[in-house]
């Protein structure tokens, strides 16, 4: 199956996807045939984007493992199971260590961005097993990849989901579901807002969002798992190829 590829018969579920990226995917998964759930606490915008793309809306925290549950429900007894899930719910961090440090907002983004992640695989795997197979593709970052000392938590998190990622990759993959990382740069989203200003003073490239949804499309048309995909301008989408780590030494006699 190639990008353009119709995906007639497809569920997919996005959390996340009043807004931005996912919304973004929603609307391309949708245009190739796919039927759409879209998981957000936004019920409102939420709710457009799922009429917009003819789909079906569940209100969803995804730090709430119930709420997870209940929006892949919503997806097997809307249309009949689920082929994808995109757990792509986050926010931005911004929490300084330190005297400033504020304990709730940390609890807030690690619950989002990691929390909503694992709880995500847990509730889509009966559903994708149902199937006999299927993928789960979770919006890390390039935080992920690189140190991120403008917001320590946020790339702690997202390193995390990395790590999960690859770790998860090949549990699953005797089972016929692929799961993959999503790590994009900085990409033109309301997620950008309190940092575009100083990326455009300082002419640093932001991502298209449309560059984004061609590397999910990427992902889920492409034979790996265990992958995270890499989203920076110029340069085409590919997974990151990670060094191997030292290994243990033993004493010669």
Same mark, same amino acid.
Request: charged share 20%.
């Given at each position: 199956? /190639?990008?353009?590829?119709?995906?007639?018969?497809?569920?997919?579920?996005?959390?996340?996807? !009043?807004?931005?990226?996912?919304?973004?995917?929603?609307?391309?998964?949708?245009?190739?045939?796919?039927?759409?759930?879209?998981?957000?606490?936004?019920?409102?915008? +939420?709710?457009?984007?799922?009429?917009?793309?003819? $789909?079906?809306?569940?209100?969803?925290?995804?730090?709430?493992?119930?709420?997870?549950?209940?929006?892949?429900?919503?997806?097997?007894?809307?249309?009949?199971?689920?082929?994808?899930?995109?757990? /792509?719910?986050?926010?931005?961090?911004?929490?300084?260590?330190?005297?400033?440090?504020?304990?709730?907002?940390?609890?807030?983004?690690?619950?989002? /961005?990691?929390?909503?992640?694992?709880?995500?695989?847990?509730?889509?795997?009966?559903?994708?097993?149902?199937? +006999?197979? +299927?993928?789960?593709?979770?919006?890390?970052?390039?935080?992920?990849?690189? !140190?991120?000392?403008?917001?320590?938590?946020?790339?702690?998190?997202?390193?995390?989901?990395?790590?999960?990622?690859?770790?998860?990759?090949?549990?699953?993959?005797?089972?016929?579901?692929?799961? /993959?990382?999503?790590?994009?740069?900085?990409?033109?989203?309301?997620?950008?807002?309190?940092?575009? +200003?100083?990326?455009?003073?300082?002419?640093?490239?932001?991502?298209?969002?449309?560059?984004?949804?061609?590397?999910?499309?990427?992902?889920?048309?492409?034979? *790996?798992? $265990?992958?995270?995909?890499?989203?920076?301008? *110029?340069?085409?989408?590919?997974?990151?190829?990670?060094?191997?780590?030292?290994?243990?030494?033993?004493?010669?006699?």
């Amino acid at each position: 199956m /190639n990008g353009n590829a119709s995906l007639d018969g497809k569920v997919a579920l996005i959390t996340g996807g !009043a807004n931005g990226i996912g919304a973004a995917v929603a609307r391309r998964l949708a245009g190739l045939g796919a039927r759409v759930v879209v998981a957000d606490v936004d019920a409102d915008r +939420g709710s457009a984007v799922a009429g917009e793309v003819d $789909g079906a809306f569940a209100r969803c925290d995804v730090t709430e493992p119930a709420d997870s549950v209940a929006a892949v429900a919503t997806a097997v007894e809307r249309f009949g199971g689920l082929d994808v899930a995109f757990l /792509n719910a986050g926010v931005a961090t911004g929490t300084p260590f330190g005297d400033d440090f504020d304990l709730g907002s940390y609890r807030r983004a690690m619950g989002i /961005n990691l929390d909503g992640v694992a709880f995500g695989v847990q509730a889509a795997l009966p559903a994708l097993r149902a199937r +006999g197979g +299927g993928d789960i593709i979770a919006t890390a970052s390039m935080a992920g990849l690189t !140190a991120t000392p403008f917001d320590p938590v946020y790339g702690a998190n997202k390193a995390a989901v990395v790590g999960l990622v690859r770790a998860l990759g090949p549990v699953t993959a005797t089972e016929r579901i692929r799961v /993959n990382a999503l790590c994009p740069s900085f990409a033109d989203t309301d997620i950008l807002i309190p940092l575009k +200003g100083e990326l455009i003073r300082t002419g640093f490239p932001i991502l298209a969002v449309d560059d984004v949804v061609d590397a999910f499309m990427g992902i889920l048309t492409a034979d *790996g798992t $265990g992958e995270c995909w890499y989203v920076v301008p *110029g340069r085409p989408a590919e997974p990151f190829r990670f060094r191997g780590v030292p290994g243990p030494r033993t004493e010669r006699a």
